[in-house]
């Protein structure tokens, strides 16, 4: 980071942030926390990467031996700290075909931000119980999903002798088999959610299914398909009993629990055959049950839009989601779309349209203070997949890159890094008033520079 001597700091600074958010609506949303994590970040475990290819650019090639990344990031948790939080990999490489090595786990990330006061803009391990930070990425710091049980009812990797149960492959390793661990060619994880009892509930894209583990991440029951929904891995249609009506990578790329905590809202990132086009799908499910309830509602694309990234409940009727295009910053045609917008479920009958409004323009936030030390004012979050967001308090959102790794192409051409994004919003999203965050950190922690609040962290 560029250091700014003090006095223009508390000068110079506020004066440039009060005249570029007076400038209109499209910067009245300020980054005011940002930090990378590199996108060589790995932790212990089976080699991975030997099903992939390299990426164009002749970085971090594969395989990784005796290495898993700790990358991909397509759902975000609080955890047990400030600062501290709990980011799911998704099914590691890109496609069941690729990805029979990459485990399914969640990482505990503490993030250093780099704010207007300063910072490192880095991140560390952190235990995935105590939010204490760890020297690397151990065992300490992860949830790793397994089927110790035996409750599900697909075949998995660890049933296998030799990956993708073909004897040309190379065996599965030990630890795999052991642990029944689950492997990204058993499921692609997109998002996860926890209930009130401490179990977790992960939304799948190759069924889609909802499945359901315990807090050490054991499943504890069986798959749970979308009725009437069929992905092209789905097991009715792998055992050529029904047709795919949904395209491959088109699940639960988004998944909500309300505030209450007895719902879940599953939003499919593809479009059903036969469904209006550029129109996805968000299902109601009931946590008590453990069954949908059969209510559904529609949510409409942007005319630009063409994948929703994530979506995460603000309160028991109003979410928000992550919408984009797979443009970026090195393929930039048509131009990069990436957005945050708010949905209102209240008075919306089942089968109709969800209320949408536009919350943030990621490629165009105001960034006075240069957060990332690119020399611009304006920020943006040209990556093609941005699959994580999170209310941190009512004025304030989380949002994170799933970098693809060991592909990329966002920024530059290299592999991506993953980037964490504080965001302030020039409006409250409480309902009642309430500021406190999830946290338990109020607004007193608050102080302002330039008429306008930074968080203090």
């Keep these: 980071m560029r250091s700014i001597p003090s006095v223009l700091r508390h000068t110079l600074v506020p004066f440039t942030a009060s005249l570029l958010l007076s400038s209109g609506a499209a910067h009245a949303q300020l980054l005011i926390g940002w930090a990378r994590m590199p996108a060589a970040t790995f932790a212990d475990g089976p080699t991975s990467g030997q099903f992939t290819g390299p990426n164009?650019?002749?970085?971090?090639?594969?395989?990784?031996?005796?290495?898993?990344?700790?990358?991909?990031?397509?759902?975000?948790?609080?955890?047990?700290?400030?600062?501290?939080?709990?980011?799911?990999?998704?099914?590691?490489?890109?496609?069941?075909?690729?990805?029979a090595d990459a485990l399914l786990r969640s990482y505990a990330l503490h993030i250093l931000w780099r704010?207007?006061?300063?910072?490192?803009?880095?991140?560390?391990?952190?235990?995935?119980?105590?939010?204490?930070?760890?020297?690397?990425?151990?065992?300490?710091?992860?949830?790793?999903?397994?089927?110790?049980?035996?409750?599900?009812?697909i075949p998995i990797q660890a049933d296998y002798a030799n990956y993708y149960n073909n004897p040309a492959n190379a065996?599965?390793?030990?630890?795999?088999?052991?642990?029944?661990?689950?492997?990204?060619?058993?499921?692609?994880?997109?998002?996860?959610?926890?209930?009130?009892?401490?179990?977790?509930?992960?939304?799948?894209?190759?069924?889609?299914?909802?499945?359901?583990?315990?807090?050490n991440g054991t499943v504890l029951r069986s798959e749970i398909p979308l009725p009437g929904v069929y992905a092209p891995q789905h097991k009715d249609v792998v055992a050529g009993k029904v047709a795919a009506n949904l395209p491959g990578s088109g699940g639960f790329e988004g998944m909500a629990i309300n505030k209450s905590e007895t719902r879940l809202y599953t939003l499919l990132e593809g479009q059903v055959?036969?469904?209006?086009?550029?129109?996805?799908?968000?299902?109601?499910?009931?946590l008590a049950r453990e069954r949908y309830t059969g209510?559904?509602?529609?949510?409409?694309?942007?005319?630009?839009?063409?994948?929703?990234?994530?979506?995460?409940?603000?309160?028991?009727?109003?979410?928000?989601?992550?919408e984009r295009n797979g443009s970026t910053a090195t393929s930039p045609t048509p131009a990069p779309f990436k957005k945050v917008f708010l949905i209102d479920l209240r008075g919306v009958p089942h089968g109709a349209t969800v209320r949408k409004t536009e919350l943030v323009d990621l490629m165009s936030?105001?960034?006075?203070?240069?957060?990332?030390?690119?020399?611009?004012?304006?920020?943006?979050?040209?990556?093609?997949?941005?699959?994580?967001?999170?209310?941190?308090?009512?004025?304030?959102?989380?949002?994170?890159?799933?970098?693809?790794?060991?592909?990329?192409?966002?920024?530059?051409?290299?592999?991506?890094?993953?980037?964490?994004?504080?965001?302030?919003?020039?409006?409250?999203?409480?309902?009642?008033?309430?500021?406190?965050?999830?946290?338990?950190?109020?607004?007193?922690?608050?102080?302002?520079?330039?008429?306008?609040?930074?968080?203090?962290?």
């Excluded at 949510?299 to 009727?317: E, F, H, S």
Aim: proline residues 7%.
């Design 56 to 99: 164009p650019y002749g970085t971090n090639v594969p395989p990784y031996v005796g290495k898993q990344p700790v990358q991909g990031f397509s759902g975000v948790l609080d955890g047990p700290r400030k600062n501290v939080f709990r980011f799911l990999v998704d099914n590691g490489f890109g496609s069941q075909a690729s990805s």
């Design 115 to 153: 704010t207007p006061k300063g910072g490192s803009g880095t991140i560390e391990p952190a235990d995935l119980d105590s939010g204490k930070l760890r020297p690397a990425f151990d065992a300490r710091t992860r949830l790793q999903l397994n089927d110790a049980q035996r409750k599900l009812t």
């Design 171 to 215: 065996p599965v390793d030990r630890s795999i088999r052991a642990g029944r661990l689950l492997t990204g060619a058993d499921f692609d994880v997109e998002s996860f959610r926890r209930d009130r009892q401490g179990n977790y509930w992960f939304g799948d894209e190759f069924g889609p299914y909802l499945i359901k583990t315990d807090a």
């Design 273 to 286: 055959a036969g469904d209006p086009d550029k129109t996805r799908r968000i299902n109601e499910f009931d």
């Design 295 to 322: 209510r559904s509602y529609v949510y409409p694309l942007d005319p630009k839009g063409t994948n929703i990234g994530d979506m995460v409940a603000v309160d028991d009727r109003r979410f928000i989601v992550l």
């Design 365 to 457: 936030l105001a960034d006075p203070f240069d957060l990332d030390a690119d020399g611009q004012r304006v920020f943006t979050f040209p990556y093609t997949t941005i699959e994580d967001v999170l209310v941190l308090d009512p004025r304030t959102l989380l949002v994170v890159n799933d970098n693809n790794f060991p592909y990329g192409g966002g920024r530059e051409l290299a592999s991506d890094d993953t980037e964490f994004l504080k965001i302030r919003l020039p409006f409250s999203l409480a309902n009642d008033g309430d500021d406190h965050d999830h946290h338990g950190h109020g607004r007193d922690g608050d102080h302002r520079a330039g008429g306008y609040d930074w968080d203090d962290d």
